[in-house]
Nanobody
Framework: QVQLVESGGGSVQAGGSLRLSCAAS????????MGWFRQAPGKEREGVAA????????LYAASVKGRFTISQDSAKNTLYLQLNSLKPEDTAMYYC??????????????????WGQGTQVTVSS
């Protein structure tokens, strides 16, 4: 059984930083791909960043490129998302996702089978 558990969210002021973690069990983080998505109230879920084992290759949403960094630690079987220069528009619930078939950048993550419960990020101006 795959379990993804996020942590590290919180409330910060604009310009601040956070590091989100996603501890995986039943799934090895360097299998195919993993990603981070976010959903703000009243908005659709959107992809933030994803990482593929083959390459390795990463992709970022245009809105976070240059500010967020996705990484993984195989020894700890954990996925990370470093959030820097945070803006109020980054406020959302952030979810970790995984897919053994590599579909970690499908629109809204619709084809991804494994999800965490989410961790809230709130950025105040």
């Amino acid at each position: 059984q795959v379990q993804l558990v996020e942590s590290g969210g919180g409330s910060v002021q604009a310009g601040g930083s956070l590091r989100l973690s996603c501890a995986a069990s039943g799934y090895t983080v360097d299998t195919a791909c993993m990603g981070w998505f976010r959903q703000a109230p009243g908005k659709e879920r959107e992809g933030v960043a994803a990482i593929w084992t083959s390459g390795p290759r990463t992709l970022y949403a245009a809105s976070v490129k240059g500010r967020f960094t996705i990484s993984q630690d195989s020894a700890k079987n954990t996925l990370y998302l470093q959030l820097n220069s945070l803006k109020p528009e980054d406020t959302a619930m952030y979810y970790c996702a995984a897919d053994r078939l590599g579909r970690c950048w499908t629109p809204h993550g619709s084809q991804i089978p494994y999800w965490g419960q989410g961790t809230q990020v709130t950025v105040s101006s």
